[in-house]
Structure formats: C-alpha cells, structure tokens
Nanobody, 122 residues
C-alpha cells in the first residue's frame, strides 16, 4: 500500500510563497502521475495541478496557472508544489495524490495524503 504524506503548509501573508512537499512511502509504481488538490473552507475539493511520472507533462487549473509550479524528484519519491504570489483565496487544505496517468479528475487518483493546511492572510 502506498502512503503519501504532505508537509510544508503554514500561514503567510498575501503575495508570499510556500513550497509543499509530498513524500511517498511503501510501494509505489514508477508510472504514477501525481496531482495536487485543494479544499477551501466550506467548499468542495478542487484540482490544482498534476505532473506525469517523468515530469515531462504538467497541467494546471486556471486559478493557479502562472503562480503555482508542480515538480517531482523521483529519486526522493517526492512531489512538490511551489506556491507563489499567494492570495487569500488560496487558503485551503492541500492534498497530494497518485494516479496511473496525468489527470485532473479526483476519481483517477488511487492514493491520497492527509493534507497540509495553507493559510493566506490579506
């Protein structure tokens, strides 16, 4: 069973930056794509970004494109989400997940982390 653990969340002021990390443990396939999702208070969980297993393909939600960057280090079995130019509306719990291929739909992701809180103040 694959386990994913997020870290790097915290509280920052608007236009600040954070780097989230998601470390995998247990058994994980090299073909897994990785994604990041966020869930703001009182709202449904939404797609933020995804990256193919090789890192060659990336996909971003319109709301984060140009501000967030997804990357991965397969040697460390870790995926990252660099959050720049943060806005108060970015406040959410951020989750990482693993899928068989690059996708934006939650149903494609088989493994999920516990989430890490990001709070952005004005």
């Amino acid at each position: 069973q694959v386990q994913l653990v997020e870290s790097g969340g915290g509280s920052v002021q608007a236009v600040g930056a954070l780097r989230l990390s998601c470390a995998a443990s247990g058994r994980i396939f090299s073909s897994y794509a990785m994604g990041w999702f966020c869930q703001a208070p009182g709202k449904e969980r939404e797609f933020a970004a995804a990256i193919s297993w090789s890192g060659g393909s990336k996909y971003y939600a319109d709301s984060v494109k140009g501000r967030f960057t997804i990357s991965r280090d397969n040697a460390k079995v870790t995926v990252y989400l660099q959050l720049n130019s943060l806005k108060p509306e970015d406040t959410a719990v951020y989750y990482c997940a693993a899928a068989l291929a690059l996708a934006s739909s939650q149903r494609n992701y088989a493994y999920w982390g516990q989430g890490t809180q990001v709070t952005v103040s004005s």
